[in-house]
């Protein structure tokens, strides 16, 4: 569930944009400050509001950090599951697209993720509880594709919890280690490798 914001803002698609727009300025403040060392007043300033106004959009500061944990939870999945519509019917091909779009999306919300590592424990229980059901509903398209390959012997027979929190490491890791890879190894490089060792781990055992 998204959080909403407060009443006081009636015009949807003002809310929307507006929200957008704090969201950006504080990732990029906690990204450089910190989100303990960052004020309300300073993410206020970042985008020309008063925090009387900002509090018009978004009820606190955890609040504001849920929020942009939620985006980019939201954009992997809608991206993995329009995969697993389109090509259902062939589970290698939709599981090779979902890790493609997976690791690019990745690529776009890099700070995101750093974010979730960093900060995660900022969040109330409940916020929590919700982040970590935006990321199983992630683990669970994959979880589909992947079972429906063993079922149609396409997919060797492994643990799919251990398989699909694996692909969540390896997509994280692009952003975790940016420092070692980024200035070595291209994107479409390091997407290609993970995606070929995963098929590859899957592969079914030839018969002798």
Do not use: C
């Amino acid at each position: 569930m998204r959080a909403t914001a407060p009443p006081a803002v009636k015009d949807a698609a003002r809310v929307a944009t507006r929200r957008e727009q704090i969201a950006e300025s504080a990732l990029r403040l906690f990204r450089v400050r910190g989100y303990q060392n960052t004020a309300v007043r300073e993410i206020a300033e970042a985008v020309g509001f008063s925090v009387g106004s900002l509090f018009n959009y978004f009820r606190s500061k955890e609040q504001i950090l849920h929020f942009i944990y939620d985006q980019a939870h939201d954009s992997i999945e809608r991206a993995v599951e329009a995969v697993e519509r389109e090509v259902a019917a062939d589970p290698e091909i939709a599981l090779r697209h979902a890790l493609d779009r997976y690791l690019t999306i990745i690529e776009q919300h890099q700070d995101h993720v750093i974010l979730v590592y960093q900060d995660f424990k900022s969040l109330d229980g409940r916020a929590k509880r919700q982040v970590l059901d935006r990321e199983r509903r992630i683990m669970d398209v994959f979880a589909r594709i992947i079972e429906t390959g063993v079922r149609h012997g396409r997919f060797r027979k492994r643990s799919v919890a251990v398989t699909v929190n694996t692909i969540m490491v390896l997509g994280h890791a692009w952003a975790l280690r940016a420092w070692a890879l980024r200035n070595t190894v291209p994107l479409d490089d390091y997407k290609r490798t993970q995606i070929d060792m995963i098929l590859a781990a899957l592969e079914p055992q030839k018969e002798t």
